[in-house]
């Protein structure tokens, strides 16, 4: 996690755009630190926290992606197994815990005081170093996905994992 020391605090989900928040907290100097793991959860000092969540349709194969790389270390070592096979296998071990994204998330989630979006995270970050009194960043390079080709959802895949995640959707129903 990030911490502008006296200002704010960034917790950063995997593959939710950690890279991007530390590369515009380093070319705007923000003094932005790293405290304990970069994925670590948890309050770290008395300042706001940010988190930023990710639509499933995209954030399970960038997740099956990385894996395929290395290990990824969440806080609480909820995805701990690594993919064996293709995508389809993937998704579908992770079918056999219904509300696990959901309770990803929510490690990060229930210690922010303000969660963004994937989806709008330059506007979402900028917004919340205003309100912290950090002043908005020159430089904004607009965030990139790391990992360039992600896998296809195969068809009826996906509202699967929907169902499995109804409690995660509810909570963002612009989410397709």
């Not at 793991?37 to 990710?54: L, M, N």
């Not at 290990?71 to 701990?80: C, D, R, S």
């Amino acid at each position: 996690m990030l911490l502008i020391p006296g200002k704010c605090a960034f917790l950063c989900i995997p593959k939710c755009g950690t890279t991007w928040i530390q590369t515009l907290c380093a070319e705007n100097r923000l003094g932005a630190v790293q405290v304990g793991g970069k994925h670590g959860a948890g309050r770290v000092a008395d300042v706001p926290h940010f988190t930023a969540v990710r639509n499933p349709r995209r954030w399970l194969p960038s997740i099956y992606e990385q894996w395929k790389i290395g290990p990824i270390y969440f806080a609480e070592g909820l995805w701990h197994e690594s993919p064996n096979g293709d995508f389809t296998s993937f998704v579908k071990h992770y079918l056999r815990y219904p509300g696990i994204i959901g309770r990803t998330f929510s490690i990060y989630t229930d210690c922010a005081d303000v969660v963004g979006d994937r989806a709008t995270l330059t506007d979402d970050v900028c917004d919340f170093l205003e309100a912290c009194g950090v002043e908005r960043p020159k430089t904004l390079s607009p965030p990139q996905n790391v990992t360039k080709s992600l896998p296809e959802w195969p068809e009826g895949l996906f509202d699967r994992l929907r169902e499995s995640e109804h409690t995660l959707f509810q909570l963002h129903p612009d989410w397709k």
